[in-house]
């Protein structure tokens, strides 16, 4: 399983890949909206684990604009946000699972 790391935090970042190794799983781990593919078209990515805060843009307009374009791969989210409002506003957008930091 090949897995798509979007997570701005140095140690949380290093952490999750560390781990996903030990269970031999591959990743690739980026820290920024803008560096996020546009289609997952030929990229082999099973499964995207996602911040919802990013330096440069939500993970939330992130996941709405892979929807929008028909991507159907499972999305985690991983957010410090917890709320009722949150979690609909995550479900109405498409998220699969969520995980609290």
Known sequence: MHLLIIEDDLDLGLALQQALKA????????????DAPRTFNGLGFDCVLLDLSLPDGTGLDLLA??????????????TA???LEDRLTQTVCGVGYMLSQ
């Open 81 to 83: 946000r917890s709320t």
């Open 23 to 34: 269970e031999g799983l591959s990743s690739e781990w980026l820290r920024r909206v803008a």
């Open 65 to 78: 604009r892979w929807r929008r374009a028909g991507i159907t791969v499972p999305i985690i989210v991983i």
